[in-house]
């Protein structure tokens, strides 16, 4: 995708329109855009805060070589003009920069603003869509009054009416539209529906985790990883049980964490940090949690350890599914 994309570059590479770019989150998207630190600065808005701290994290590892620097301005954390004079990428979230836009303070370095990027674009569909409407239209407003080109960048994996987001956001269709479909997945997407007409809770809770272990069992023959999402923080630690006691039941625990090998090792080493009560009990046989309400050393441990391969399944809230990129084969 990305030689796509960056051949279409090199033939425009004199053109500064505005772009729309949809692609599964497989494919990266996020690295779409280079860098010249001398030139402008830029603003990536990320849905959320967790998000954000990710992308951080992430675009700090990859444009340190570059002497890039990347700072998070959200509500959790404030930047000093010093600061912000020497950052050249601001990840932020919608509501933090539209306030930053609303304030005539934070005019002296949105004027030094050349590139906007908009991830998660579909949001205009939420309830948060006014804010990013608002931050779309001072962005234009500010290009039409001073007659200093920024670009507009929006990145979704989930868009089906890109071109009417392309026109709101005044994209050129022939030269600043990308939209890639599943032929470019690197897996190819299936989707499996199953009903359950259960309605007693307590059974259906238990028939639901069965399901889940069968399918995670059925990934891990093949040595797959699994991500299974569940509707409260409270299930995570709930679902992650449950699938380890059918496992030791089973006498099949070594299908998610081999005896004697070194994830074993390691797991073992790292359960001594955590904090989680949950993550502790289920740590060692290979099993995750997370959520918002743990704490951030758990939630970047399981993060490196799910990353790593270290763990063969992963219960977790939508939290994990704004944009944190995880190897999990199923879901």
Known sequence: ILGRYKKQQKQDKDEEDDELIGADTSDNKKLAKQFDKTKFKIVYIAPMKALVQEIVKNFNHRLAEYGIVVRELSGDSSLTRQQIS???????????????TRQGEGRAYTQLVKLVIIDEIHLL???????????????????ESTAEPIRLVGLSATLPNYADVATF???NPSKGLFFFDHSYRPVPLQMQYIGITERNAFKRFQLQNEICYDRALAQRRNDHQLLIFVHSRAETGKTAKALRDMAVANDEASRFCRD???SQEILREEVVTVKNADLKEVLTYGFGIHHAGMNSDDRALVEDLFADGHLSVLCTTATLAWGINLPARAV
Do not use: C, F, N
């Open 125 to 143: 569909h939420d309830d948060r869509g006014p804010v990013l409407e608002s931050i779309v239209a001072r962005v234009i407003r500010q290009v």
């Open 169 to 171: 956001l005044r994209v």
């Open 86 to 100: 020497e950052t050249q990428l601001l990840v932020t979230t919608p509501e933090k920069w539209d306030i930053v």
């Open 260 to 262: 004697g090998s070194m």
